[in-house]
T-cell receptor, first 115, second 113 residues
Framework: AQSVTQPDIHITVSEGASLELRCNYSYGATPYLFWYVQSPGQGLQLLLKYFSGDTLVQGIKGFEAEFKRSQSSFNLRKPSVHWSDAAEYFCAVGLSNFGNEKLTFGTGTRLTIIP | NAGVTQTPKFQVLKTGQSMTLQCAQDMNHEYMSWYRQDPGMGLRLIHYSVGAGITDQGEVPNGYNVSRSTTEDFPLRLLSAAPSQTSVYFC????????????FGPGTRLLVL
C-alpha cells in the first residue's frame, strides 16, 4: 500500500524567506503526486500536481515542487513566502490507474510566518 | 457551478444518534469520496464511489455507510455515532478521466458527545 511521510509537523519562517516542505512517498509504481493547502477553517485547495514528464512542476501562488524518483521525494518550495502563505500543507499520492479516486495523504505540515 | 457542497457545516450529536452528512456536486464527476481529518493524522479515506450504484471501502470505513443513487449525491451515514467519530469530514469529487484531480468541499465539523 502507498504511504506518504511529511517529516516536519510545524515550520516557522520569516516573511520573505525561502521555504521548502518535505514529502516522501512509498509506492511500488509510478505515483501521481499532489500538494494541497488548507487555510484555517477551510477546505483543501490544490497547489500543484505531478503525473509524468518534467520533474519540476509549477503551481499556483508561486509554489513549485520537484519529483525525485531516486529519493522518493516530492518537496514543495517557494523562493519568498508571504504572510498569506500561513496554512497547513498536505502532500498526497494517488494510484496510477487513474490517480484520482483514492488519495493517501501525509499528516500535514503547519506553516507559520513571522514578520 | 457551485462545485462540491456539503451540509451541514457543523453538527453536534449524542452518542448513539444517527445522522447523514450530505455531499453534492454539480460538475458531473463520476468519482466521489469521503475523508475524515483528525489532528496529526492528515486525511483518511472512508468510502469512495466510481459511479452511481458503485461504492467501495477506504482506509477507515467502520461505523459509516454510503450509497450512490445518483451521480450528483454521495451521502455519508453514521448509524450510531461514537465519540471517536468526532472529526472534520470532507467530500471530494473528480472526473473519470485519467490524470484529473480531486475537488474538495468545505467540510462538515462533527462533534459527538
Amino acid at each position: 500500500a502507498q504511504s506518504v511521510t511529511q517529516p516536519d509537523i510545524h515550520i516557522t519562517v520569516s516573511e520573505g524567506a525561502s521555504l521548502e516542505l518535505r514529502c516522501n512517498y512509498s509506492y511500488g509504481a509510478t505515483p501521481y503526486l499532489f500538494w494541497y493547502v488548507q487555510s484555517p477553517g477551510q477546505g483543501l485547495q490544490l497547489l500543484l500536481k505531478y503525473f509524468s514528464g518534467d520533474t519540476l512542476v509549477q503551481g499556483i501562488k508561486g509554489f513549485e515542487a520537484e519529483f525525485k524518483r531516486s529519493q522518493s521525494s516530492f518537496n514543495l518550495r517557494k523562493p519568498s513566502v508571504h504572510w498569506s502563505d500561513a496554512a497547513e500543507y498536505f502532500c498526497a499520492v494517488g494510484l496510477s490507474n487513474f490517480g484520482n479516486e483514492k488519495l493517501t495523504f501525509g499528516t500535514g505540515t503547519r506553516l507559520t510566518i513571522i514578520p | 457551478n457551485a462545485g462540491v457542497t456539503q451540509t451541514p457545516k457543523f453538527q453536534v450529536l449524542k452518542t448513539g444518534q444517527s445522522m447523514t452528512l450530505q455531499c453534492a456536486q454539480d460538475m458531473n464527476h463520476e468519482y466521489m469520496s469521503w475523508y475524515r481529518q483528525d489532528p496529526g493524522m492528515g486525511l483518511r479515506l472512508i468510502h469512495y464511489s466510481v459511479g452511481a450504484g458503485i461504492t467501495d471501502q477506504g482506509e477507515v470505513p467502520n461505523g459509516y455507510n454510503v450509497s450512490r443513487s445518483t451521480t450528483e449525491d454521495f451521502p455519508l451515514r453514521l448509524l450510531s455515532a461514537a465519540p471517536s467519530q468526532t472529526s472534520v469530514y470532507f467530500c471530494a469529487s473528480s472526473t473519470r478521466t485519467s490524470r484529473q484531480t480531486q475537488y474538495f468541499g468545505p467540510g462538515t465539523r462533527l462533534l459527538v458527545l
